[in-house]
Nanobody, 116 residues
Framework: VQLVESGGGMVQPGGSLRLSCAASGLVFNRYTMSWYRQAPGKQRELVAAINSGGNTNYEDSVKGRFTISRDNSKNMVYLQMNSLKPEDTAVYSC???????????WGQGTQVTVSS
């Protein structure tokens, strides 16, 4: 199984980025896909998740600014991030989890830096 994130980078406050996570080696539509982030000196936190049925949930601070989506035909999950703030700066990682089996997998992460 491999999860590969892309789309990170540096952006000014108020800007936008779109993260992508390409999954391979798993039956993608069985898995809940999530984005987590970890800022320096802080614990990793769940940002957004989308289950196999397309139901989503978001961490409170990103509601209305971030949108998670998935394309099961391409084994892809996305995180559209708008109105970015300096406090969104972190390494963002993709996670695939299949609750019935207890299996989960992580990507390597992509850096997002929001700074003027």
């Amino acid at each position: 199984v491999q999860l590969v994130e892309s789309g990170g980078g540096m952006v000014q406050p108020g800007g936008s980025l779109r993260l992508s996570c390409a999954a391979s080696g798993l039956v993608f539509n069985r898995y809940t896909m999530s984005w987590y982030r970890q800022a320096p000196g802080k614990q990793r936190e769940l940002v957004a998740a989308i289950n196999s049925g397309g139901n989503t949930n978001y961490e409170d601070s990103v509601k209305g600014r971030f949108t998670i989506s998935r394309d099961n035909s391409k084994n892809m999950v996305y995180l559209q991030m708008n109105s970015l703030k300096p406090e969104d700066t972190a390494v963002y990682s993709c996670k695939a989890a299949w609750s019935l089996s207890g299996r989960y997998y992580w990507g390597q992460g992509t850096q997002v830096t929001v700074s003027s």
